[in-house]
């Protein structure tokens, strides 16, 4: 059994929730995998959650390099 300690991967974005949408499938289609984490005070607005709050994506260190690459030529 894999579980996944967000702790230990790595913030590469952080940004509106469409911002990070868009970032997260380009790390997606180039097989990067990456998590998205809500900045807004979701344990009191969980209800809203993810809606126009800042987000940030993590990844795996072994792919921040790529990832961070990939964001600097999309912008």
Known sequence: ???????AW???FS???????VVKGLLEA?????ILEDHTMSALTSHYSGIGGD???LV????KEAA???IEHKQ
Do not use: H, Q, Y
Not at 1 to 7: F, G
Not at 15 to 21: M, N, R, S
């Open 1 to 7: 059994m894999t579980t996944n300690n967000n702790s």
């Open 10 to 12: 790595v913030e590469v």
């Open 15 to 21: 940004g509106a929730a469409f911002e990070t949408e």
């Open 30 to 34: 180039n097989g990067i995998r990456c």
């Open 55 to 57: 987000m940030c994506i």
């Open 60 to 63: 795996e260190p072994a792919d």
């Open 68 to 70: 961070l690459k990939l």
